[in-house]
Every structure is written in C-alpha cells, then in structure tokens.
Nanobody
Framework: QVQVAESGGGLVQAGGSLRLSCAAS????????MDWYRQAPGNQRELVAS???????NYADSVKGRFTISRDNGKNTVYLQMNSLKPEDTAVYYC?????????WGRGTQVTVSS
C-alpha cells in the first residue's frame, strides 16, 4: 500500500523559512518522482516543485530562487525548503507521487505566512 505523509507546516512571518518533509512508503522511492503541490482557498491545486529519482528538479516560477526540493533516498523522504516566504505562499501543501498511473496524495500540511 502506497502512503505519503507530510509534516513541518506552521505559521511564520513574511521573510521567514520553513522546511516541509514527506515520508513515503510502498513504492521504490529511489526511482520515483516526488512532487509538492499547494492549494490556497478558492484556488486550484498547483504544482510547486518536482524531483525525479535521478535528482532533476523543476519549480513553479513563483517559487524559483526561494524554494528548494531535495530527497533522501535512504530515508524515503522528500523535503521542501521554503525561504523568503510571502503571504501569497499561504496554502495547504501536499506531497504527491504517481505509481503506474495511480496518483497518491498526502493529507496536506498547512503553511500560513503572516504579513
């Protein structure tokens, strides 16, 4: 059974930093692309960052230069380091992976950035 679980959200002032973690199980983690999405109230869920099994990364334009996605294959965990946070980064952040065409999502972790 595939499971992904996020942690690390919270409340932070603008300009601050947070690190999100996502632990995955039930997949061959080292070859799996892992993604972070976010959804703000009233908005569609959007892709924030992705990392392939080989370590290639991709970022939304809105977070480039501020967020860094990384992975630890020994711990089956993917991270999202978020720096220089802005109020518009406020959202529920979700971890996602895709195994043989089936999408798996975590429950999400709330990130709130106060101005």
């Amino acid at each position: 059974q595939v499971q992904v679980a996020e942690s690390g959200g919270g409340l932070v002032q603008a300009g601050g930093s947070l690190r999100l973690s996502c632990a995955a199980s039930g997949i061959i983690f080292s070859i799996s692309t892992m993604d972070w999405y976010r959804q703000a109230p009233g908005n569609q869920r959007e892709l924030v960052a992705s990392i392939t099994g080989g370590g290639s990364t991709n970022y939304a334009d809105s977070v480039k230069g501020r967020f860094t996605i990384s992975r630890d294959n020994g711990k089956n965990t993917v991270y999202l380091q978020m720096n220089s946070l802005k109020p518009e980064d406020t959202a529920v952040y979700y971890c996602h992976t895709n195994r043989w065409g089936v999408h798996y999502w975590g429950r999400g972790t709330q990130v709130t950035v106060s101005s």
